[in-house]
Structure formats: structure tokens, C-alpha cells
């Protein structure tokens, strides 16, 4: 039995990006293990948040991790904020990181770039705050997107670095990616990956949009002009995306995919991969309507969080005692 951990940001509208990299993977590996599964909306304040929306999305984000299969009974579901040895640890882990170290990562360099002389310090520290996420569980494997890679890495340097100076406290966690590691990329900018923050709505798939917005946006995603299905994402990222997308769905190789439209166009492809996701997401999105104003959710989520805490605390307690952090 392995432990897992892992979190998503409700700082926006759940993207298939989301749900392919990271959220079915999330219930495809519960049984059998310890699973956690965070909302984590302390790492969403690290950019300006309007208050109600925040709020908002944390519930609905919670009802979709049920939605897309996750078994609260098996698996514990919590919001970050209410587990406060998040920050705490948290802290901790900014203390050990460098300044250089963190202002290398690409995700940070991604967002300070675009907010001139206003970058808040939270952006900066973000990664720590994602070790201690991952660290309190002593967790084994973080089931992400390959985005996240870094990350995850950073979180592995920075258990190294506390384990050789104050002993044997964290287990070193593993990435886990499913499915070769799927990237979805933005149906308008296929060689930018598609984004919940993304404000061109074309671009991207959310978990929530109908039948016909989903085809209508995978019918004008970009592609080219050569009118042939397969897979080379240098000079046809647009198709190499939707034949992701759909090897993804149906577990189909990139292979078998191009052989079976091999003397097909790209309207009968686009229509076959808008038609796999619409099926995919349509019972997600029929669980989602009926959980989201149930007050079990609320149920759920607070013993999420005592179960989540008390693991956590155990770990705490450790990291204070290795470092000196007590009085008696
Ligand atoms: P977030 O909220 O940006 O994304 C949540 C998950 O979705 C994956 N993802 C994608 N996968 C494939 N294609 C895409 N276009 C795509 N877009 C997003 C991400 O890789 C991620 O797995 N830093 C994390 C949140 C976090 C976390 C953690 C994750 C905070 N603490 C602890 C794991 C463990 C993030 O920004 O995810």
C-alpha cells in the first residue's frame, strides 16, 4: 500500500487538461492506498482571487474530485485552509529553500513575468508551500501533470536537505503520470498547454461546458493544411494535440489512431475526438449537478479534514522536535 498525494488549485474552471493529467488518474490508483486529495486554495491566493469566487469554486472543485470517481470513503478529501500544519510546514520549508533555487523555476518565471514590478512573494514560495503539501503525508507517489515535474522535484531536494541536517523525518516522494505523462495543449495555441487561466475560452475544454460548445471549439481548433492524421507535434501540433486527446480517452496508441483515419479527413477526426469527450464528460458532469448543492459534500469535507490533520499533525510534531521547535 502506497501513500498519495496530490492537490489542484480552484483558481478557475476545471480544464480537460486538468482532468486528463491528473484528476482520473486520481481515482484509478485509490484502491489499495492511502490516498489525500487537496483543494488547495492557499496556493490560489499566491495571485489576486475575488473572495465569492474563491469560495465558490473550493465546493464546486470538491464535488468534481466525486464526480470524476474519487470514493470519499477510500480516499480522504480536504480543503487546504482548514489543516493549518499546511502553512506551517509550509513555512518551514521556505526557511530551507534558496531564493536562487526558487527564482529559477519556470512556473515562477512564467507568472512574474507577466506582473512587472508587482510580483507578490507568494508566487515566489510557492513551491515550498507544495513540499510541505506533500511531505506532511510522508506520501510515496503525487499522481500530476508532467508541468508539474519541477515541482515535484524541488519538493524531493528540499526533503533531502531537511533529512541530512536534522535526520530521517520525510519519505521522498515520486511522481506518478499516468498515461505517458499527458499534456493537453490549448485548442488555439497548441504549443502552449491548455489552462484554466487562459483567457481565450476557445482554447480550452472546461469539465463543465455542454455538448455543443465542446464541439464547436474542436471544430475550430487550430490545425494545418495538410488534411492528414498524424501524429508529429513539431510541424503539426494541432492534430498531434487532438490525436493526444483522443488516445487518452479511448487508449488508443497514436499508431492505431493515425491507421484508422488514414483515408479519412480532419472533420470526420475532429468530430470522433469531440464525441469521446463529450461521453467522457457528460456522466461527470451529471454527478457534478447533483453533488454540488448536497450538504454531505460539507459532510465529507469536514471529516476530510480532522482525518487529513491528524496525520499531518503527526509529521509536525516530528519536523518541531527534529528542529529544536519546543519547549518542553
Ligand atoms: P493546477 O491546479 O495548475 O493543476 C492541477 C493538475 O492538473 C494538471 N494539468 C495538466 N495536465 C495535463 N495537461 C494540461 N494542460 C494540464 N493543466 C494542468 C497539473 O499538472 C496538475 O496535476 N502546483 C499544482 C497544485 C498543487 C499540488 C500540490 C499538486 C499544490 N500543491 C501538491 C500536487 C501535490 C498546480 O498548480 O496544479
Not at 482532468?19 to 489576486?48: D, W
Not at 459534500?297 to 510534531?317: Q, R
Request: hydrophobic content about 35%; aromatic content about 8%.
Amino acid at each position: 500500500m502506497s501513500i498519495i498525494f496530490s492537490g489542484i488549485q480552484p483558481s478557475g474552471n476545471l480544464t480537460l487538461g486538468n482532468y486528463l493529467g491528473a484528476l482520473r488518474n486520481f481515482s484509478k490508483i485509490q484502491a489499495g492506498n492511502e490516498c489525500y486529495y487537496c483543494v488547495v486554495n492557499q496556493h490560489a491566493i499566491t495571485v489576486p482571487q475575488d473572495p465569492k469566487m474563491l469560495h465558490e469554486r473550493t465546493r464546486q472543485l470538491a464535488a468534481i474530485y466525486i464526480a470524476s470517481g474519487l470514493d470519499p470513503e477510500q480516499s480522504t478529501l480536504f480543503v487546504q485552509s482548514e489543516v493549518p500544519e499546511h502553512v506551517q510546514l509550509g513555512w518551514i520549508m521556505t526557511t530551507l529553500s534558496y531564493v536562487g533555487e526558487l527564482e529559477r523555476m519556470t512556473q515562477y518565471k512564467d507568472k512574474a513575468s507577466k506582473r512587472g514590478d508587482s510580483i507578490p512573494a507568494g508566487l515566489l514560495t510557492y513551491p515550498p508551500l507544495m513540499a510541505a503539501d506533500i511531505l506532511l503525508y510522508q506520501t510515496n507517489y503525487v499522481p500530476v501533470g508532467d508541468d508539474q515535474k519541477q515541482h515535484l522535484e524541488i519538493t524531493r531536494n528540499l526533503a533531502q536537505r531537511f533529512n541530512r541536517v536534522y535526520g530521517d523525518v520525510f519519505t521522498i516522494p515520486d511522481i506518478y503520470l499516468g498515461h505517458d505523462g499527458t499534456r493537453v495543449m490549448s485548442l488555439q495555441e497548441p504549443t502552449k498547454k491548455m489552462s484554466k487561466s487562459d483567457d481565450n475560452t476557445t482554447a480550452t475544454i472546461y469539465l463543465l461546458d455542454n455538448p455543443k460548445d465542446i464541439e464547436k471549439k474542436i471544430k475550430r481548433a487550430q490545425t494545418d493544411s495538410e488534411n492528414s492524421v498524424h501524429y508529429d507535434v513539431e510541424q503539426k501540433p494541432g492534430i498531434s494535440n487532438l490525436i493526444e486527446i483522443l488516445s487518452a480517452m479511448t487508449d488508443q496508441t497514436h499508431d492505431e489512431i493515425t491507421a484508422a483515419y488514414a483515408d479519412k479527413g480532419y472533420g470526420a477526426f475532429k468530430k470522433d475526438v469531440a464525441d469521446a469527450v463529450i461521453s467522457t464528460l457528460e456522466p461527470i458532469q451529471q454527478r457534478y449537478q447533483q453533488l454540488v448543492g448536497d450538504p454531505e459534500l460539507d459532510d465529507i469535507l469536514e471529516k476530510g479534514a480532522a482525518k487529513a490533520h491528524a496525520k499531518a499533525n503527526v509529521t509536525y510534531d516530528k519536523v518541531c522536535h527534529a528542529m529544536g521547535l519546543y519547549r518542553k
